[in-house]
């Protein structure tokens, strides 16, 4: 390479990088105080809880609260309601850099947006939680990239680097003391060591129970759904990735029922609940198939083979572009995918 084309290629190296150190800077520019906020929780007039990977709101006030705060530029509103025992809650902040929404319509459904404002170059970012079903994180203006997961934890295991940059400093406005990428960790490491000792979750046993929910033998239906309820958070897992419509009215009213009872009340999520809750979700080990180390991606690749009942086509000393296609293949034969 002569020394002219050598120059041209670091200048394109250099400015490759400078362009996503840039972006980097633009997403995770650091979020402003919130006042209104940090007060409402410290004054308990709201909780704000995270367990099963969804985040949920408890109003600690039965009248209504409004208050609007302005300095300078600075501007914040919060406000909360309670109708027929379902709170909902809206907090703004906007400087002249950004404006950040959080939302809760119902006290499981959730917004939380970022927005640039004027001329900055913040990336925006938007974060939807519906009362029931996947999760979303949207980077960038419109037709931007879309993630999607079956629950917080979900995305955080899938898609770490995202997050980190994203949707973790905006969700630490709620609750810092979940401390998600610490517990996101944690997650990781006791989901490995649970595989490496070769348990696994007993899944043909809990089809049976689910079965027998539906036996004409009331006493059967009640053993069964009292065995459910024993096994705890890793039986929800499968009963929440079960196709309700396979089954008949009373094993559909009473999976709802056993889902509801286990989660309800429960404190918030500690790695060991959740590598439990998500053992035997095989979209789990798939999202660590892209795992950065080698011994970890066998372990998942073992795991998921596991769950599926077959080797799977997927090799973990592979190059990087290798793993992907191999990953997004199985993403596509995944069941229920």
């Not at 109708?83 to 400087?95: C, F, K, N, R, V």
């Not at 649970?194 to 043909?204: I, K, V």
């Not at 027998?212 to 053993?223: P, V």
Request: glycine share 6%.
């Amino acid at each position: 390479m002569t020394a002219s084309r050598r120059t041209a290629a670091c200048c394109t190296a250099i400015a490759v990088l400078a362009g996503m150190i840039l972006g980097q800077s633009a997403l995770g520019q650091e979020l402003p105080r919130t006042v209104l906020l940090a007060n409402a929780v410290r004054q308990y007039w709201v909780r704000f809880e995270l367990t099963y990977g969804r985040v949920s709101l408890k109003a600690m006030r039965p009248i209504p609260t409004s208050t609007n705060s302005t300095s300078g530029t600075r501007r914040e509103r919060f406000a909360i309601r309670v109708a027929g025992g379902d709170p909902s809650m809206e907090y703004e902040l906007t400087t002249p850099e950004q404006q950040v929404s959080i939302r809760f319509t119902s006290a499981n459904q959730l917004e939380i947006r970022r927005s640039p404002v004027g001329d900055s170059k913040l990336v925006p970012v938007e974060f939807n939680q519906p009362a029931t079903g996947p999760v979303s994180l949207k980077i960038g203006q419109q037709g931007a990239r879309e993630l999607r997961a079956a629950s917080l934890w979900h995305l955080l295991l899938a898609e770490p680097a995202e997050c980190r940059q994203s949707l973790v400093p905006l969700l630490d406005l709620l609750q810092p003391k979940w401390e998600l990428e610490k517990t996101r960790d944690g997650v990781r490491a006791t989901l490995l060591r649970m595989a490496g000792s070769g348990t696994l979750p007993d899944q043909t046993r809990w089809a049976e129970w689910v079965q027998q929910l539906g036996d004409n033998r009331f006493a059967k239906r009640e053993a069964a759904d009292r065995q459910l309820r024993e096994a705890g958070r890793a039986a929800v897992a499968y009963l929440q990735q079960l196709d309700l419509s396979r089954l008949d009215a009373e094993q559909q009213y009473r999976v709802r029922r056993i889902i509801q009872a286990v989660t309800a009340g429960s404190a918030d999520d500690s790695p060991d609940q959740i590598a439990s809750w998500l053992f035997g979700d095989a979209s789990v080990w798939l999202a660590m198939l892209s795992s950065d180390e080698e011994p970890a991606r066998k372990t998942a690749a073992r795991q998921l083979g596991t769950l599926l009942g077959k080797p799977i086509a997927f090799d973990p000393a592979a190059d990087a572009p290798t793993r992907k296609k191999q990953i997004e293949a199985l993403r596509a034969a995944l069941p229920g995918k």
